[in-house]
């Protein structure tokens, strides 16, 4: 029976989650924090992530530390990505945050392939986002952009 | 002769009191219209800002209330701007052009030039001729019918109310020239005239730093090498700017207009082959004469560059791989030079455990600004210096240093391996990842193997010689002194000595 070492990891709302070592360590920022951190470094406070994220990230650790070869590694992936749009962008914040690159790259690809495809309108409608040119100045984001017309 | 654009020089419109930075870094320039190039000497004020970007420090000064910023990004506006940044790098620039045609906020975001820098440099890996801006560039080259037809190409909105601070801290890290107070310590030791017995004694086997002045008399390069010289000598040879290839002319096209927090620079290790009269132009100063990887010949490593950059090019914090020796003579203008000894690592860096990738994450500009300072209480100061036309710096075997060009300058370096740090760089290229690491060779993984006994053939017993000096060193230093035994014997130790 391998013993393996937990270490609990504390969000920013006082949610507390055990995780195995080697899960925790996923995260280079903690594991940058437990090689410096001396005798109590059992409790790892990450108070730039909520509880809701934190256990999302949590998941998506276990996963890949767990099973980094199983063959639905990327369906998982795909999947863990369906989430709505605040949720994607906390995901994409606490990947950076706790500097998880497979997570970090995942999600921003998520929001980069958000962006393709979409006429302005259509962007604007899916995040939301007032148009605040006035029309001289569309006019001259016409002008500007026309370039890309040119194939 | 060069157009300069010099550090050195204060700028005229910079501000004399600067405030304490606050706790992120950013200067908090006081209330001003963003768009001014106001010359009035109580502003904070570089050169004018294209897009209107401001820091976050002004929004809280403003009584607009308003930040552009977060109503044009919408749902990701919680993103921050460098997650941000990356993610618009992900896109093609068909879709930056849609993008930033959504709002203001991104409108700023999507002509970060950076990312235009990223598209052009991936799109032209045999050159391209600068036209004022990355984004420009990027047009003239993939879409040339357009950009001919068009004439030009240019940014023309300007953005009102936008605060960040990350995005002000990348444009004032392009602006910023060097403040003087980071240029007045240079406490290297200045030898001249020095013979190559004193300085192999003093410096080189001492692993220990020194700048020679007055040895480049015989150099044909301090006198010829000047631009027009350069562009008509070098002709139509391609070298090595970052990851693309452009002729000299390209190269100082670029460079004359080029304002950004990490400028290109030409560094190349084929100079020599490529245009000849480059190669006679310079000889190796007569100290660093010993040079004992040229027994491999053609097989050698990249040993020697030409490096030619603007104002504000250079590196940032690194050690030189190999283990080698290195002397960087300056031809035209002057760099600022920062070295830490090996075993102190710079404040501000962050090296892997095995030595092979380090990360300085700021530019060196920001480096400047955020961590210089910490400098001066360090127990361990850093040498610095400025070195200037005509001069040279011996960087010894593992220094960190960091070095940046204070006006248009040409240099020449040269790594070399010499009696004495032989054994180091055998055992260096002994080590599993000394083959990412050593660069030029097209043989790397057994290098150790050929150089070694290359050695053998041409310096018959050399490395048993040194390997048994560096025995009887070792074991004399290992050797408790009378001194030592009894101090141990006073604390009560108990010590067998054989």
């Known amino acids: 029976m391998t013993s393996s070492k937990t270490i609990v990891l504390r969000s920013s709302d006082g949610a507390t989650f055990e995780v195995d070592e080697a899960v925790a360590l996923h995260s280079l920022m903690i594991k940058h924090r437990i090689e410096t951190g001396g005798a109590d470094s059992t409790t790892i406070d990450v108070p730039e992530v909520t509880g809701n994220t934190l256990s999302k990230v949590i998941e998506y650790c276990k996963k890949h530390v767990e099973a980094p070869n199983s063959d639905d590694l990327k369906s998982f992936d795909t999947d863990f990505v369906k989430v709505d749009q605040a949720v994607l962008c906390h995901l994409a914040k606490a990947s950076y945050y706790m500097n998880i690159k497979g ?17 302005v309108e259509q962007i604007r409608e899916t995040f939301h986002i007032k148009n605040d040119f006035t029309p001289e100045e569309e006019e001259e984001l016409r002008k500007e952009n026309s370039w890309n017309l040119f194939v | 002769m060069f157009a300069c654009r010099n550090l050195l020089k204060l700028n005229k419109i910079r501000k004399k009191k600067r405030r304490k930075p606050h706790k992120s870094s950013t200067p908090k320039p006081p209330k001003q219209n963003p768009n001014s190039t106001t010359h009035d000497s109580h502003q904070f004020s570089l050169k004018s800002q294209s897009l209107g970007v401001q820091p976050l420090g002004n929004f809280y000064l403003t009584s607009s209330h308003h930040n552009t910023r977060n109503p044009g990004l919408g749902t990701i506006k919680s993103l921050t701007d460098e997650l941000i940044l990356d993610i618009l790098g992900l896109l093609e620039p068909t879709h930056l052009g849609v993008l930033s045609s959504v709002s203001k906020s991104l409108y700023v975001f999507c002509n970060h030039e950076p990312i235009w820098k990223n598209l052009v440099l991936a799109c032209s890996p045999h050159g391209f001729l600068f036209k004022g801006s990355w984004k ?27 605060y960040s601070d990350y995005l002000f801290q990348s444009w004032l890290c392009a602006n910023l020239e060097m403040k003087s107070e980071w240029l007045v310590r240079d406490n290297i030791i200045r030898r001249k005239g020095v013979s190559v017995d004193e300085f192999v004694n003093d410096f080189e086997a001492l692993n220990k730093l020194v700048l020679i002045e007055g040895c480049l008399g015989n150099w044909g390069a301090m006198e010829k090498w000047d631009r027009d010289y350069l562009v008509k000598v070098c002709g139509d040879a391609r070298f090595s700017v970052g990851p693309t290839q452009m002729t000299m002319r390209e190269y100082f096209v670029y460079a004359d207009q080029a304002h950004e927090e990490r400028p290109l620079y030409l560094f190349d290790p084929g100079f020599a082959n490529k245009v000849k009269e480059l190669g006679r132009d310079y000889e190796t100063p007569v100290y660093f004469n010993e040079d004992l990887f040229s027994v491999l010949g053609n097989e050698r490593p990249d040993y020697r560059w030409i490096i030619i950059g603007p104002a504000g090019s250079g590196s940032s914090f690194h050690i030189d791989p190999n283990s080698t020796l290195a002397w960087n003579a300056v031809v035209k203008g002057s760099k600022k030079w920062v070295l830490f000894p090996p075993d102190v690592v710079p404040p501000g860096v962050y090296p892997s455990a095995d030595g092979a990738e380090v990360a300085c994450p700021v ?42 060009n204070l006006e248009d300058s040409i240099a020449i370096t040269q790594n070399f391996v010499s009696r004495r740090n032989l054994l180091n760089v055998l055992e260096f290229l002994k080590k599993p990842n000394a083959s990412t690491l050593v660069s030029g060779t097209r043989d790397r993984v057994n290098l150790h193997d050929k150089f070694k006994k290359a050695i053998e053939a041409s310096f018959p017993g050399t490395i048993d010689e040194l390997a048994k000096e560096a025995e009887k060193k070792k074991t004399e230093m290992e050797k408790p002194s009378f001194w030592d035994s009894v101090k141990d014997s006073n604390s009560g130790g108990f010590k067998f000595s054989f």
């Open chain 2, 363 to 404: 530019s060196i500009t920001e480096w400047f600004m955020n961590f210089y300072e910490a400098t001066k209480t360090l127990k361990k100061r850093p040498v610095e210096c400025v070195c200037k036309a005509g001069e040279v710096i011996f960087v010894p075997n593992g220094w960190w240093h960091l070095v940046i």
């Open chain 2, 136 to 162: 420009s560039t990027f047009v003239a080259e993939k879409y040339p019918a357009y950009y001919s037809k068009a004439g030009s190409f240019g940014l023309n909105l300007k953005v009102q109310d936008f």
């Open chain 1, 103 to 119: 997570l970090l790259d995942l999600s921003s690809k998520t929001i980069a392939d958000m962006f393709k495809g979409k006429t």
